[in-house]
C-alpha cells in the first residue's frame, strides 16, 4: 500500500486487497507480469494494472475476486509485525481525543510496529512533525517498512530514534505525548518538562496496575489537568433481511487509554472537590498519593 496513490488507476508497486465471495482476503504488491497463487487459480498483476479499483477479475479456474486498494485500517492489521499494533479502534480515540491535528508537534515514545505511527503521520500532515522513539532495534526495522509501506520511503516531518526516549529525546517544545509502553508514568516528569501549556499528554496501558499507577503519578506531579481514562470495545453486527443482531465475535479489551492536559509554568491543577472513597488510599495502597492526601 503506497499511501502516494489513493485514487487512478493501479499501478506496480501498490498493494491491492482482493475479496473473494466468502469474505476471504488477500493483500497483494502488483509487479508486471507476475501472478497471484490461490486455491482457485491464479490471478494476474496484469489484469489489474491499469485498471480502477473496484473491479472484478477472474482467476484462471473461473473464481471472482473484487479488487480494491486496501485503506489504512485494513492494512495496519494485517501488516507484518514483531509487536503487537494498536488497533484501529483504539489508534482513531487517540488521534480524536489526543487532539492530533494538522502540523501539530507530536512524540510517540514505543512505535512497535508502526500501526499507530502510520495513523499520526496522517493526521499531522505535511506541516506536522512526528518523532518517534522505538528501544527495540528489531522493532524499529518493522516500523521503518510499515510505514514507508503506507507513506512512502521519505516521509516529511518524521524521525525515527531507536533508544530509550527518557534519554535520547531531543524536542522540547512538544504539542502531544504518546506513551505506548511498559511503564509510561516513568515518562511524567519528561512529559512536565517538554509539553507546552495545553499540551496532552496520552497514555496506552493494557492492565488497570498500569492503569492505576499512571494515574496517581499525574496526579501527584499536580502539573496536570485530572486524567480522563476510558476504554473502546467494537462490536459488528450480522444484516440479512430479518436477522439483524450483534455479531458472535467482537473485539472487546485491547488497552486503556488515559489522557491529561499540562498546566502552565508555576500552576497546579484544581483538587478534586469531593473525597475519594473510604478505603481507596488506604494501608493496602502501595502507589503514588495526590499531594496533601495521606493513608487513611
Known sequence: MNSQMRSGPLQPGEWVRLTDPKGR??????????????????????????????????????????????????????????????????????????????????????????????????????EGTLGSYEIREDFAEDVIRNVGQVAGPDVPGWTLTVGDVRQVITETEIDRLILDMVDPWTCIPMAAERLVPGGIVCAYVATTTQLSLFVETVRQDGGFTEPHAWETMQRDWHLEGLSVRPDHKMIGHTAFLVTARRMAPGQRSLEKSRRPAPGAYGPDYKGPRPAGLDAD
Open 25 to 126: 482476503k488477500h493483500n497483494v504488491k502488483l509487479e508486471e507480469g507476475k501472478a497471484f497463487s490461490t486455491k482457485k487459480g491464479q490471478i494476474s498483476h496484469d489484469d489489474m494494472l491499469g485498471h480502477p479499483e473496484g473491479i472484478v477479475i477472474e482467476s484462471s479456474m473461473g473464481a471472482d475476486y473484487q479488487v480494491f486498494r486496501p485503506l489504512l485500517f485494513e492494512y495496519v492489521v494485517s501488516m507484518p509485525r514483531g509487536a503487537a499494533i494498536i488497533y484501529p479502534k483504539d489508534a482513531g480515540q487517540i488521534v480524536t481525543m489526543a487532539d492530533i491535528y494538522p502540523g501539530a508537534r507530536v512524540v510517540e515514545a514505543g512505535a512497535g510496529s508502526g500501526s499507530l505511527t502510520s495513523y499520526l503521520l496522517r493526521a499531522i500532515g505535511p
